[in-house]
């Protein structure tokens, strides 16, 4: 099959850079970042810091870099961070974080849209006594991946860090598709930043630039995380050619993410009503789908021939996710290859 006849719907990491984002490329003006000198990383991190309601930021390669950087920042060896089951950073991070940063991860259990329970939080904080690991920082994850793009509300984000604060502890936000969550709730990503202590999100994702994430929080943090980061491997020099595609992103991206919003749930209604297949759309909040099968292998393959590529979150629950790269007509057309195929196997 040639490749413009596939619909991928793997993640939105496959987009591609828009053609004003590789104009900006083309033209940044650039200087040595582990300096400091580059002017258009420090526009980027500037921008980044105002739109999350933060002092500070600091550009990094990744969103596992972002993660990790943070959880160094905030962590001495041997502390203990609480993440949810379902988090991106305990299950798709490489074990980075107890590897790199010898931080203990304990999970709580994550709810059907990725939200923590608050009293296995406060259940989970150590207390202080010569065995334990000190309990350094809560991370929580918004939109949350393996929660089927699950948004977790200003409301729930409070709750997190009134916890936290209560008993002195940090919250990190994984905040990959920071925006996204914001533009399901229709509210400035600043409000579901104002209980966390730090926050990485994502320029590669949703927002479509080819590479990137950012860190922010107070001035102190960032200098710690900006120090976290050269340790890592990840500081960059001439890197304005990538972050003038992050900020193209900023201005011209977000808004459009509803879009994407919009086919993941005419996706989702569209397999509700085929056999076999078990998701509910009323809970699609964002662009991702967690769609349930019973032989999710052989389900993907059949796709796969049928030109439409799928990720899997285990055997039995396939993912979908709506992007840039992907229309309302590709979503018609996607959804009348998995009626064809379902058709075909019975
Ligand atoms: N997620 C990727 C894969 O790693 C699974 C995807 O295709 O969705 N936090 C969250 C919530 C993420 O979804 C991801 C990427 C990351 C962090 C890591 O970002 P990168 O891939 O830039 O290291």
Redesign the pocket.
């Known amino acids: 099959m040639s490749n413009e006849n596939i619909i991928d719907l ?4 496959v987009t591609k850079p828009t053609p004003a984002m590789r104009e900006a490329m083309a033209a940044a003006e650039v200087g040595d970042d582990v300096h400091g000198e580059d002017p258009t990383v420090l526009r980027l991190e500037a921008m980044a810091a105002g739109l999350m309601g933060k002092e500070a930021a600091v550009f990094v ?7 990790l950087t943070c959880l160094l920042a905030h962590c001495e060896r041997g502390d203990e961070a609480i993440v949810g089951s379902e988090a ?2 305990l299950h ?2 490489a074990g980075g974080v107890p590897a790199l940063a010898s931080v203990q991860l304990r999970t709580v259990p994550n709810d059907s849209h990725g939200m923590l329970d608050v009293v296995a939080i406060e259940e989970t904080i150590r207390g202080k006594n010569v065995h334990f690991p000190r309990t350094a920082v809560i991370c929580v ?1 918004n ?3 393996r929660c089927g793009g699950g948004v977790l509300t200003v409301e729930e984000m409070a709750q997190v860090g009134s916890v936290a604060r209560e008993y002195g502890i940090r919250v990190h936000l ?1 905040g ?2 920071i925006f996204n969550a914001a533009i399901a709730l229709g509210v400035p990503a600043a409000k579901l930043t104002e209980h966390v202590d730090s926050v ?1 999100f ?1 320029f ?2 949703g927002l479509a630039a080819p590479v990137g ?1 950012i860190v922010c929080g107070t001035e102190e943090f960032v200098a710690k995380a900006r120090r976290a980061r050269k340790m890592v491997g990840g500081g960059m020099r001439q890197v304005g050619v990538i972050a003038a595609p992050a900020i193209v992103a900023l201005e011209t991206m977000i808004d459009r993410l509803a879009e994407d919003h919009e086919n993941a749930k005419l996706l989702a209604e569209g397999l509700a009503r085929l056999p076999g297949l078990r998701i509910d759309p009323e809970r699609v909040q964002s662009n ?1 789908l967690a769609v349930d099968v019973h032989d999710g292998q052989t389900f993907q393959r059949k796709l796969r021939d049928a030109g439409v590529l799928t ?1 899997a979150f285990g055997p039995r629950r396939i993912r979908f ?1 709506t992007h840039y790269g992907v229309t309302r007509d590709d979503i018609e057309d996607a959804l009348e290859r998995v009626r064809h195929t379902i058709e075909e196997a019975a």
């Open positions: 793997r993640s939105d990491t390669a990744s969103g596992t870099m972002g993660n991106h950073v798709y991070e994850e939109t949350h991946n994984d990959a598709r990485t994502c590669s994702k994430s991702i990720s996710v």
